[in-house]
């Protein structure tokens, strides 16, 4: 088995910050994925560095969705227009 590590669409590869360079930026600027997820993954670069196991695919939330749910398939999801699932 291997991680994935899903991004914005049409993000894939890109907004990742070295591990060293965290305190430093805004990891909330809306590129590649979101702020602590850019945390998970600069931890996952460093680890990688010395053990291969901690290898990821790099991948595009809606094609990571297509793949997980088939058309027809029921989904809860919360609609922040009308404050419910």
């Not at 939330?61 to 999801?77: C, H, R, S, W, Y």
């Amino acid at each position: 088995q291997k991680l994935k590590v899903v991004f914005f669409p049409g993000h894939v590869g890109c907004g990742k910050v070295p591990w060293r360079m965290l305190p430093k930026v805004n990891l909330w600027d809306g590129i590649g994925c979101g702020g602590s997820q850019k945390g998970e993954i600069a931890k996952l670069d460093e680890m990688r560095r010395t053990d291969r196991r901690w290898d990821y695919d790099e991948v595009d939330v809606t094609e990571f969705l297509a793949e997980q749910f088939k058309p027809g398939d029921i989904v809860d999801a919360f609609d922040l227009d009308q404050n419910s699932f």
